[in-house]
């Protein structure tokens, strides 16, 4: 059962940095999807970040050069380096993952293909 667990999140003044983490277990997928998305009280989750198990990547309108997402060398570590924060991007941050599909051209951005979630972790940018 692959599980994911974030880590990473926390307060950060207006133009600062972060950087998350989600530790992936039990990964079974030969190909697959993983990707950071981040949702805010009463608002839909939105995807922020994703690459294939082949390296290609996609990012949110939003995010404007400013994250980058990445894998550790085992693959069993997602990365999302955050720059130049914005109180805009305060939200919770979740991990997600999903077999590989081709119904998709890129990694995608939607909840739909992520069957395996992380608990989340907090970020928030103040003024």
């Known amino acids: 059962q692959v599980q994911l667990v974030e880590s990473g999140g926390g307060s950060v003044q207006a133009g600062g940095s972060l950087k998350l983490s989600c530790a992936a277990s039990g990964f079974t997928y030969n190909r697959y999807f993983m990707a950071w998305f981040r949702q805010t009280p009463g608002a839909e989750r939105v995807g922020v970040a994703a690459l294939d198990s082949d390296g290609t990547v996609s990012y949110g309108g939003f995010v404007k050069g400013r994250f980058t997402i990445s894998q550790g060398n085992a693959k069993n570590t997602l990365y999302l380096q955050m720059n130049s924060l914005e109180p805009e991007d305060s939200a919770m941050y979740y991990c997600?993952?999903?077999?590989?599909?081709?119904?998709?051209?890129?990694?995608?951005?939607?909840?739909?293909?992520?069957?395996?979630w992380g608990q989340g972790t907090q970020v928030t940018v103040s003024v």
């Open positions: 997600a993952a999903g077999p590989y599909t081709t119904a998709v051209n890129q990694p995608p951005m939607t909840t739909y293909y992520y069957k395996t």
